[in-house]
């Protein structure tokens, strides 16, 4: 069965550090993957697309690795700030109709 | 402002009631979508309309029914609700499918509770 596996321990980081979080699925083929941010109370707001024949892609202190053949994507946040404290949701694509699977999603607590 | 938008932003309903949610998006999006956000957080689609078309239906129960006026447009009438219902309620629309890039825009949310 498809599975898509986030750390549901929450990660506690200090501020300034780097978080890193951990996407990993199985009997998917995805063409890409997608990273969402989500606040209590809100819907998800989407941070970064990584494409399959991509290896890394960065967008300000966010930066996304993806192993196709680890069936693998890490998630990084540089020099987190208290205001970086959300829940970070991975997604696959199952089909060319925008039909996304998302993980359960790993919270990040960034402390002063 | 550009968005998506939902309301009600709370509903709280008897078991056996029939309440709707109604969405609405000014990005130009051709597709519409409703996700499930359940207790546990776990986020599942249930429907996508591209251009008022039904493209996605997942196994949810018939007395689920989206309805879309346009494609600007994509409500969610549900039938005698149950407990099992409660949950958060997402729209989400994107660029037309097929496109690659179906970065998804999501709504607020609807917290729907049954009593």
């Known amino acids: 069965s498809q599975k898509i596996e986030q750390n549901s321990e929450a990660l506690n980081i200090q501020e300034g550090k780097t978080a890193t979080l951990t996407c990993n699925y199985t009997?998917?083929?995805?063409?890409?993957l997608q990273w969402y941010r989500q606040d209590p109370g809100r819907g998800p707001v989407f941070l970064l697309l990584?494409?399959?024949?991509?290896k890394e892609k960065r967008k300000e202190r966010l930066k996304v690795t993806f192993d196709t053949t680890l069936k693998q994507s890490l998630f990084h946040i540089t020099a987190s700030q208290p205001a970086d404290s959300a829940t970070y949701l991975c997604a696959l694509d199952e089909d060319s109709w925008g039909k996304l699977q998302f993980g359960a999603g790993t919270q990040v607590v960034v402390t002063p | 402002d550009t968005a998506v938008s939902q309301t009600p932003k709370y509903l709280v309903t008897q078991m056996g009631n029939d309440k709707s949610i109604k969405c609405e998006q000014n990005l130009g999006h051709d597709t519409m979508y409703w996700y499930k956000q359940d207790s546990k957080k776990f986020l599942k689609i249930m429907f996508s309309y591209n251009n008022k078309e039904l493209i996605i239906n997942e196994t949810v129960p018939n007395r689920f029914s989206p309805k879309s006026p346009d494609k600007a447009h994509l409500n969610l009438h549900i039938n005698s609700l149950e407990l099992g219902d409660s949950a958060v309620y997402f729209c989400?629309?994107?660029?037309?499918?097929?496109?690659?890039?179906?970065?998804?825009?999501f709504g607020p949310g609807t917290r729907l509770t049954v009593l």
């Open positions: 009997n998917y083929s995805p063409a890409y």
């Open positions: 990584i494409r399959e024949n991509e």
């Open positions: 989400a629309s994107s660029h037309p499918s097929g496109a690659e890039t179906d970065t998804q825009y």
